[in-house]
């Protein structure tokens, strides 16, 4: 679930060379054939798309149960593939796309016309076209090095943070794992980039999401601490507010959110003057989803932390943010129905929304979020229309398309949750089901990321987006 004023994310090398495909490729692919007959091959037309959407998980030592590297690969599993992106099971990617923002860092749908391609070249029987005219094969990173280390060049992270192993029998339910682990510092630090990874090849097979959480003293001394070391920080009221707003006292919640990968994510950079605060005696908590691929297979899991350098401290800090965990109604879903819930955050200072990543568990279908400005002109952000448990994708902004949110702005979430047999996922219609951390129990809230602003950057940014765009029109 990943991370310009708002957080870059390193773009795999899949995607970089996609940009560049989308335009030299998705044009034939798109090209309806005269005279009927399908003109699509796998080497010209369907491998580069399974290069840009699939293969960062479809390939050996990945999370997908098949390899679409190659024809030979690919060709018995036509019929499967026709079938998923049909239905846009496959690749992951949720929202509805006629509505709200389209703009993301991280996209790797497909279009209608690369489905059409797709479903036109099954159809005529999956030709494999000149293989000699195949695009070159992507190299994929190992797995045994961060990605930010080598594909950012930003070197050994500072400090790792190590999880005790976890294994994962040959055959089993898929588990959710929840250690802990103290973060090795010995003065306060500003983290500038993070990234997580299973421990190796063998652990990206088994590891499919995972969900890292700062836990913090709540003692007064440390609070007090915390508040001096943000004092000189742009909005550090809304910061401390904001870092405090999904807390009680339950031991569990004493967290913060603090970064969040899935498969096809890499790590998270912090722009130059954005970071975030850790301290001697934090600790650090992973929820690591883990699943059975008929090995058994041990994997640890490790967060890399670079710092910024120790006389710095950035202007912005990073919030994580559960929209809808305030201000709701509480969660109450009876046997056999579907019902709506709604919750909102009101931002305490203006900021940019970094993320859109409903969360939900099996019976939530559908998620949307809108944000209610204060002259009262509302604005839906993005609606999930296919939510599914099985994947938890968080959607990235452009920095460009990143909401841009005034003080008191109210982002609010819609939480549909589908209780009936209808629903594929749902374990059993016949319970009454409420909030609660398994994953039979429910919730409804966005985890995303807000990067809290001044109003005179709030002015400054939004006179420059203006400007880019009207350049953009002229
Ligand atoms: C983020 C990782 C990811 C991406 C990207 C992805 N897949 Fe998958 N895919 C999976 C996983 C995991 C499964 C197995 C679980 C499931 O069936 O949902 C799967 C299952 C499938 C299946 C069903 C296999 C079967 O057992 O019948 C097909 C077909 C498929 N993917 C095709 C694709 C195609 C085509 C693309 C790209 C257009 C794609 N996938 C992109 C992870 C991914």
């Known amino acids: 679930m990943t991370f310009s004023t708002g957080l870059q994310q390193l773009r795999s090398p899949a995607c970089v060379l996609a940009a560049g495909m989308a335009f030299a490729v998705g044009a034939p692919s798109a090209a309806q054939p005269a005279g009927g007959g399908a003109a699509e091959t796998f080497a010209e037309h369907i491998a580069p798309i399974l290069q840009r959407s699939c293969q960062e998980c479809h390939r050996p030592d990945s999370m997908a149960p098949m390899s679409l590297l190659t024809y030979e690969e690919t060709r018995p599993w036509a019929r499967s593939i026709k079938a998923r992106v049909e239905s846009r099971e496959m690749p992951p990617w949720f929202l509805d796309k006629t509505i709200g923002i389209q703009e993301f860092i991280n996209d790797i749908s ?52 190590r999880f005790p192993p976890f294994t994962m029998p040959a055959v089993a339910q898929d588990t959710f794992f929840r250690p802990f682990a103290d973060i090795d510092i010995d003065e306060p630090r500003w983290v500038r980039a993070a990234e997580t990874k299973p421990s190796g090849r063998q652990g990206r097979r088994i590891a499919h999401h995972a969900s890292a959480y700062l836990h913090q003293p709540e003692s007064a001394d440390f609070l007090e601490a915390e508040r001096g070391l943000l004092a000189g920080q742009a909005a550090a009221a809304a910061v401390l507010q904001a870092a405090r707003a999904n807390r009680s006292d339950d031991p569990i919640d004493t967290r913060e959110m603090f970064t969040e990968w899935a498969q096809g994510k890499s790590g998270e950079i912090y722009p130059e ?20 691929v008929g090995e058994e297979i041990t994997d640890q899991l490790e967060i890399g932390l670079w710092f910024h350098p120790r006389d710095v401290a950035p202007k912005y800090s990073v919030s994580y943010v559960s929209v809808g965990t305030q201000n709701n109604k509480p969660l109450h879903i009876p046997p056999h129905t579907v019902t709506v819930h709604q919750g909102s955050f009101t931002l305490p200072a203006p900021g940019i929304l970094h993320n859109f990543q409903p969360h939900m568990h099996y019976r939530g279908s559908a998620f949307s979020m809108e944000a209610i400005y204060p002259d009262g002109r509302r604005e839906l952000l993005n609606h999930a229309d296919r939510f599914s448990n099985d994947w938890h994708v968080s959607y990235i902004y452009e920095p460009d398309h990143a909401p841009l949110l005034p003080r008191g702005t109210v982002l609010q979430i819609t939480a549909w949750h589908d209780n009936t047999s209808a629903n594929r996922n749902n374990p059993d219609p016949r319970q009454w089901v409420a909030y609660g951390p398994r994953t039979v129990d429910e919730m409804a809230h966005s985890n995303s990321q807000i990067i809290f602003i001044t109003d005179e950057d709030y002015e400054r940014m939004r006179a420059e987006r203006q400007g880019r765009q009207s350049q953009n029109q002229n």
């Open 110 to 161: 497909l279009s209608d016309e690369e489905i059409d391609a797709i479903v036109r070249w099954v159809d005529a029987g999956a030709p494999p076209g000149d293989l000699s005219r195949m695009p070159a094969p992507l190299e994929w990173p190992s797995g045994d090095n961060f990605r930010l280390e080598v594909e950012a060049g930003m070197g050994p992270p500072d400090t790792v943070v």
């Open 273 to 292: 003057d954005t970071g975030k605060l850790v301290r001697p005696g934090s600790r650090m908590e992973v929820q690591i989803h883990y699943h059975a």
